[in-house]
């Protein structure tokens, strides 16, 4: 899957398991269970979605895999039988596996193998085959983002995405987290050649959100900063008493701005719209640090 949709629906897949599941594969899911996804190790790709949904009869249990594709991938039976094989050889657990196509039109790729000795099939959905209200009727944000990959029946595309925006408002009013479902809105509307209209719609809505120039986001930056060189020039002074006031107050500023950084990596961590490697940039870390913090 191209990275930008990848980036898109791994971030977002915990929300969409379990109305996906029952919305379209008339699946219920009693709980989840994390699995160790190091298949890695052994395949090209990482599953999309991969955990362990138990029952209160553990007999009942199976293995829940999900994958995602944009585009039509000659081998995808091959690569699904592969998790297949690898799955059950680990776990001894049943697998079932779904495979969303989103990619505009309909998916040409074969679903079933079918050789002396061994029959293996997986199942396969149109995202474009299902209407987009049955997206757009949920209250999950996530969820809400599908209705821009489903059928629009006769309804105006102009209208349809007007209609998402509006339920994306309605359904999230802090403005951070909705300007990040605005542009992966955008980002996914583009599968549908609708990414013009969609970023007109939304900069004729008033949607974007600058980062950069949101108040509290400055003032929290600022605060962060002060409070950090404050503290650590003080801890290093004290520091100076024994070791040398000079060398104190410069290890004071050092361990000021580290701190700075670090309450930066934070709050932007908390704020949940940049990725990893965007909060290292902006803070000037590592993306190791960032990694460190966000464990914390």
């Known amino acids: 899957m191209a990275q930008s949709y990848d980036k898109i629906f791994r971030e977002n897949i915990e929300d969409l398991v379990v109305p996906l599941a029952h919305k379209l594969l008339n699946i219920t899911i009693p709980a989840l269970e994390e699995i160790p996804d190091d298949l890695q190790v052994t395949i090209e790709r990482k599953p999309d979605f991969l955990k362990k949904v138990r029952h209160i009869d553990s007999v009942e249990d199976y293995i829940l895999h999900f994958e995602f594709q944009t585009a039509d ?30 990619g505009d039109g309909k998916s040409q790729m ?21 209407h987009y209200r049955l997206f757009l009727w949920s209250a999950v944000p996530e969820e809400i983002l599908l209705s821009v990959l489903g059928d629009f029946d006769n309804d105006p595309p102009e209208k349809v995405i007007e209609r998402i925006v509006d339920k994306l408002r309605m ?28 970023i007109n719609i939304t900069e004729k809505m008033a949607l974007t959100y600058d980062l950069e120039t949101d ?22 002074i004290e520091q100076g008493i024994e070791q ?53």
Request: aromatic share 8%; charged share 30%.
């Open 73 to 102: 991938d000659p081998e995808m039976v091959e690569r699904m039988l592969e998790y297949y094989s690898l799955l059950y050889r680990k776990y001894k657990l049943p697998v079932r596996q779904y495979v969303f196509f989103i």
């Open 110 to 130: 074969k679903r079933h193998i079918n050789q002396p000795n061994l029959t293996f099939s997986y199942e396969l959905y149109n995202t474009s085959d299902v």
């Open 171 to 198: 359904v999230e009013t802090r403005p951070r987290r909705l300007a990040r479902y605005i542009k992966q809105l955008e980002v996914l509307s583009k599968l549908r050649n609708l990414q013009a209209m969609t």
């Open 215 to 236: 108040i509290r986001y400055r003032q929290g930056l600022e605060k962060g900063e002060r409070k950090g060189l404050e503290r650590g020039i003080e801890q290093g």
């Open 244 to 296: 040398g006031i000079e060398q104190g107050i410069e290890q004071g500023i050092e361990q000021g701005v580290t701190e700075a950084k670090q309450t930066i990596v934070r709050q932007l961590l908390k704020q949940g719209i940049l990725t990893v490697e965007q909060i290292a940039e902006a803070a000037d870390v590592s993306i190791e640090q960032v990694k460190t913090l966000s464990n914390e």
